[in-house]
């Protein structure tokens, strides 16, 4: 019992990143309804700024600032690059595109993500880089329930990832820009009729959205440690799926998507075997996909004619 | 009339672009030789006038870009020390081709096909994994051409099929039971658990590492886990109280890290000890073990001088790129001598590469390869990771 | 509606007048009366002369590794043009495609092989493997009639991503009544040593007999592809891509028609694996990952959608354009190709091109100046520049010593302004150009060229996002029709 615990406090804590990033992807896809695949490398891009704002401030053993206050700069520098990138990203690759056909955004977004892993490689070199939070964050701290044990950074984490969510689920549903964004989901042509400016509502989409990749990536490198160019690619491959398996659109799907992608990708490896946890959890979204084809809290598709 | 001129000076400004783009592009296999330091430049002037001038393009054939660019990258530029050296030294002009395989066998297989049709291509350093050499074994064995890897350790890419494949790291044939050995003997370790990351380096390791652990009596169990895994927590979760011994085969030793930091967060005893992969400044956390196939080349008088001016010019560097120094001399003094005989194409340099004789090499040892292109008097040191993560020699 | 008839017309319309319409679709120009004259020539030559032209490839001082490129393009043309039977034609999103091509590699190395000491036959062997990728497609395609849309390209992604998982751990599978755990992939190490394929005694063992091979195979496709095109088939799949909806209210089949899709293109995937494991007697997993499917989905899309020659143009683009870009001394004119023909056709004013240039150059001077001014060590032209012009170019382009930092940071300044011009009026973009050239080639030369691997990469990508934005619908495509 207190083994699946473990395995469940695991799941959890990577969920939260998952869900994170499922964020983005669910935000995108709610408003313009096209999948933003070069989100993963949003988040990378986090992740570094987050690791270069750790250095800059004289690194992870010998910080010039307390360490509460340093990693609150590093997921503001984070979220706030990711978020500018987002928009330039949305300015350029995809704002050309916003007629044409499904596919024309997706191959952008596949030059987009080949242009950042690569940016990043010349300008960060190769090197892979180590955000050491054993070394300002005692990992033995925190709290243990029998053999569970929750370490401070992974308390962050979850708390931190729900709180953002919150915040975000409150923003869609409670300020204007939230009710411009719904609008615009809905149809685009309506809401320039009744006055909501269609390109702002999408900039703001694409900088929450990058923001939200943004700090998942600082979370990721304080919890797992490496940052390197290529980082994105699976974790977008897993923010995806976990917004797919919650139901693409919607804001409490992409958290329980990560949550659960999380939780099972823990409990195969836990009870069967890592190299299979990909494979199942695979597997366990194309079964909720037949079942239910618009995921778990997906609202049923109307086929407009 | 104005139209016209108009027309030629746009003509004239773009002529000038292309004529700059040309005049920059054609430095540029050779700028890593213009970078060189100083004492290239007054070592090329001291050297004997009367000595033929002897060059030849060596290819490196390594993940530049993807998912293994760390590694790659490190190679890359381990190589482009060991030409820029040598042509300092000898007043050469060989020169560096570079060949981005993405760690792909599909890619390299190609690549070997382009650096074939080179006629200027005399050798090759790399490829870097084992199914790349399966791959471009063919080709190369068909144009005799020499490849020298600095990081493909599966046994069998030496059991004939690649009569023109040398390397000058052992094969994981030694390292498994020197490992294995010293886990159950010095270590004397009773339960271990084998992390293998499904590559084909983390791959051939792990069984070799586990069957020698068989061997020897000790309890092991193999995990495997993917490539692409980010999160190990889950996976030391499994590992039970009892273990004494994580034994880890990622090529990158900042999962090595992780795994270790994971096992001293959940509060138990076992340790980590990394295959070469994990011979790196990222894996520190001290009481750990890692091996290697040579002393530490910090350490080594040879070495230091190399080391010293590859971290001042690309950085940190790890366990992969300092073997490719090697590999690249390999194949520069085998051209030279070949050039000498007065044989420098292909056939000249694949034989004299097989006379290869690195008398202290900057792995620490000499490096001279068996009739199979195995480097002779393969062996592997062990180190432990002091508490500032510093390796110190244990065996 | 040149064909108006001659009663119909009325006062005030003559001819040039009712051809208006025809006139207006028309372009103009140089490129548009190529174009023309291209289409004017007989189908036969239209496609003869790019054919003639590859064949005689072999025979006009080409190498190895040019067959080889010709090799890969033409597997990925057999991959394309199935993929555009399933995607351009139909609409279905399938982005589980690389999994029939990997099967297809797997399965002929398993029966080509010692892997279980098989040695079939090639034909026979290839017969098994096009039938059994054809009902894994079929199997696959099964979800399709339930899932639409991004769901389904999801679904599909997902089993692509699997088919990856199981090669690579398949190497120890423990059957029930098995004692020992079997080797059924090879894993990470995959198969090597695959048999080459020999056909009626005729053995295929060099580049040259794979690359007359895939030119008969790919006209073959091409031919087939082309009928099914015109063919009932074709037109109902077609009317699937546009409207499955509408399509169903036609009474048109449309399970069945995807279903059939799915398996014919799965198929004609089996078949190019097959061919390729030959080609590279081996077959490993790394090699139908993620990068491959999105090569193959940016040719067909690259190429326009549903039209052939689109995607053949673009596998030609995805395959040949990496590969040139390989060599620094390519990358270096097609960038300034592309540079130079960018400008022009931005400014479209013969007055203004000079202008910029002349200001383009004028800032390298200037900027020399300044470096010079603040002491920034720098290499001299001898050491950099070679050439007949060096001299000029040397002190044109200002050769840092630290030409990492100072790339790096020139890099970072070149993509923000290019992304700040983006938000700028036309005419104050134009003032800003020369600025912006000149601070893209003094990167390009300082820093890019130091790294042609890193610098290829970079290229694509952003080569895809300008073709993109371009040109959305594909070089042969036709816009989408925005129907209310």
């Known amino acids: 019992m207190e083994y699946f615990g473990e395995q469940l406090v695991n799941g959890v804590v990577m969920g939260g990143v998952y869900a994170l990033i499922a964020l983005g992807y669910t935000l995108i896809y709610g408003v313009l309804q096209f999948l933003n695949l070069a989100h993963g490398e949003l988040y990378m891009m986090g992740a570094f700024f987050g690791f270069f704002t750790m250095t800059a401030l004289g690194g992870p053993s010998a910080s010039a600032v307390p360490v509460a206050v340093m990693i609150g700069i590093m997921f503001i520098v984070a979220m706030g690059g990711g978020a500018l990138l987002g928009v330039a990203v949305e300015r350029f690759a995809y704002r050309p595109l916003r007629n044409s056909s499904r596919l024309a955004p997706l191959i952008s977004a596949l030059g987009v993500s080949l242009f950042l892993q690569n940016a990043a490689l010349l300008l960060f070199g190769a090197r892979v880089r180590l955000y050491d939070t054993g070394q300002f964050i005692d990992l033995r701290s925190g709290i243990s329930i029998g053999r569970i044990r929750i370490d401070p950074t992974e308390m962050m984490v979850v708390i931190g990832a729900l709180l953002l969510m919150a915040g975000l689920w409150l923003m869609v549903n409670r300020t204007r820009l939230g009710r411009a964004m719904r609008a615009v989901a809905v149809d685009q042509d309506a809401a320039v009729m009744n006055g909501i400016d269609v390109d702002r509502t999408v900039v703001w989409t694409f900088a929450i959205a990058s923001g939200l990749a943004g700090a998942a990536g600082v979370m990721s490198g304080l919890l797992l440690y490496p940052v390197d160019q290529y980082m994105g690619v699976f974790a977008g491959l897993k923010g995806f799926s976990a917004a797919v398996l919650g139901g693409i659109g919607s804001i409490p799907g992409a958290m329980l998507g990560g949550f659960l992608l999380g939780i099972t990708e823990a409990l195969v490896t836990g009870y069967l075997n890592p190299t299979y946890a990909d494979f199942i959890a695979f597997l366990i979204l194309i079964l909720v996909l037949l079942i239910r084809p618009r995921g778990i809290l997906g609202r049923p598709a109307i086929a407009k004619v | ?395 | 509606m040149s064909t108006t008839p001659e009663d119909s017309r009325g006062i005030g319309t003559d001819e040039w007048v009712a051809q208006h319409g025809e006139r207006a679709q028309r372009g103009t120009g140089l490129y548009a009366r190529i174009g023309e004259a291209w289409m004017g020539l007989p189908s036969l030559v239209r496609w003869g002369i790019p054919l003639l032209l590859v064949v005689l490839v072999p025979f006009a001082g080409s190498n190895d590794y040019i067959l080889r490129i010709g090799i890969n393009l033409g597997l990925f043309l057999l991959l394309a043009l199935g993929l555009n039977l399933v995607v351009g034609y139909s609409g279905l999103l399938d982005l589980g495609f690389i999994a029939f091509y990997g099967f297809g590699a797997y399965a002929y190395a398993a029966l080509a092989s010692e892997q279980f000491g098989l040695h079939l036959p090639s034909l026979l062997a290839i017969v098994i493997v096009v039938v059994t990728t054809a009902a894994f497609g079929f199997t696959l395609g099964l979800p399709s009639r339930r899932l639409t849309g991004d769901y389904l390209a999801i679904a599909t992604l997902f089993f692509g991503q699997m088919f990856v998982v199981l090669m690579v751990s398949s190497d120890a599978v423990q059957f029930p009544w098995m004692d020992e755990p079997m080797d059924l992939t090879g894993g990470a190490n995959g198969i090597s040593n695959v048999d080459q394929l020999s056909v009626l005694g005729f053995t295929f063992d060099s580049n040259l007999s794979y690359y007359l091979l895939l030119i008969v195979l790919v006209v073959l496709a091409t031919v087939a592809t082309k009928r099914i095109h015109f063919s009932r088939h074709g037109l109902a799949w077609r009317s699937l891509g546009e409207d499955s909806l509408a399509a169903q209210h036609m009474t048109i089949p449309t399970v069945r028609l995807k279903l059939l899709a799915f398996t014919l293109g799965a198929g004609i995937a089996g078949l190019a694996g097959a061919i390729f494991a030959s080609v590279q007697q081996g077959v490993y997993p790394s090699t139908f990952e993620l990068p491959l499917l999105i090569t193959i989905y940016a040719a067909i899309i690259l190429g326009g959608l549903g039209s052939i020659p689109g995607v053949l143009l673009g596998a030609a683009i995805m395959t040949i354009l990496p590969e040139l870009l390989r060599f620094p001394e390519y990358s270096n004119w097609l960038f300034l190709v592309v540079l130079i023909l960018g400008t022009i056709m931005y400014l479209k004013s013969w007055k203004l091109v000079p202008a910029v240039f002349a200001g383009m150059i004028a800032i390298g001077f200037i900027a020399n100046v300044i470096f010079l001014a603040i002491g920034v060590p720098y290499l001299t032209t001898a050491e950099w520049a070679k050439g007949p012009l060096a001299p000029v170019l040397g002190s044109w382009i200002f050769m840092p010593e630290e030409r990492v930092l100072i790339g790096n940071i020139a890099f970072v300044a070149l993509v923000v302004a290019v992304a700040w011009m983006s938000l700028l009026t036309r005419r104050t973009t134009i003032i800003l150009l020369p600025f912006v050239l000149w601070l893209a080639i003094f990167t390009w030369e300082v820093r890019l060229m130091l790294e042609p691997s890193i610098t290829r990469q970079l290229l694509v990508g952003a080569l895809l996002v300008v073709l993109m934005a371009t040109r959305p619908q594909g070089i042969f495509g036709k816009p989408r029709v925005e129907v209310l």
């Open chain 2, 1 to 395: 009339m104005k139209k016209r001129l108009a027309l030629g000076m746009g003509g004239l400004a773009a002529f000038a672009m292309v004529a700059s783009g040309c005049a920059g592009g054609s430095t540029s296999t050779e700028s890593s030789a213009a970078a060189a330091s100083a004492p290239a430049a007054s070592a090329a002037a001291s050297a004997p006038a009367e000595a033929p001038v002897c060059g030849g393009s060596i290819a490196v054939m390594a993940p530049l870009t993807g998912g293994a660019a760390s590694i790659g990258q490190e190679q890359l530029n381990f190589a482009k020390l060991a030409v820029d050296d040598f042509n300092a030294a000898n007043s050469s002009t060989y020169a560096l081709v570079e060949s981005d395989t993405q760690l792909d066998a599909g890619q390299a297989s190609t690549q070997s096909t382009s650096i074939v049709s080179d006629s200027a291509i005399i050798g090759v350093v790399g490829p870097a994994g084992s199914q790349e050499v399966s791959a471009v074994g063919p080709a190369f064995s068909e144009a005799g051409l020499g490849f020298v890897s600095a990081s493909a350790t599966n046994p069998d890419l030496t059991n004939g099929d690649n009569p023109t494949f040398f390397r000058v790291v052992p094969t994981d044939a030694v390292q498994g039971p020197t490992d294995a050995e010293f886990i159950a003997g010095t270590i004397g370790a009773k339960k271990v658990v084998v992390i293998e990351e499904k590559t084909d380096y983390g791959t051939g390791i792990a069984k070799s590492v586990a069957d020698a652990l068989t061997a020897a009596g000790v309890a092991n169990e193999v995990i495997a886990v993917p490539e692409d895994k980010k999160s190990y927590d889950d996976v030391v979760s499994k590992v039970g109280d009892d273990v004494d011994v994580v034994f880890v085969t990622f090529q990158v030793a900042a999962k090595s890290e992780q795994v270790a930091q994971s096992l001293v967060k959940s509060g138990k005893k076992a340790v980590v000890f990394g295959s070469d992969g994990s011979f790196s400044g990222d894996f520190k956390t001290g009481g750990s073990y890692v091996s290697a196939f040579a002393p530490d080349i910090k350490g080594i008088p040879a070495a230091a001088d190399v080391a010293q001016r590859f971290s001042d010019a690309y950085g940190e560097f790890g366990t992969f790129g300092p073997p490719v120094y090697v590999a690249t001399q390999s194949i520069l003094q085998a051209a030279q001598r070949a050039c000498a005989a007065g044989a420098s194409d292909r056939a000249g340099v694949l034989a004299e590469l097989k006379n290869t004789n690195i008398a202290g090499s900057i792995l620490g040892g000499d490096i001279a390869f068996d009739a199979m292109g195995d480097v002779n008097g393969a062996k592997f040191y062990i180190f432990k990771l002091d508490e500032s993560g510093a390796p110190q020699l244990v065996q």
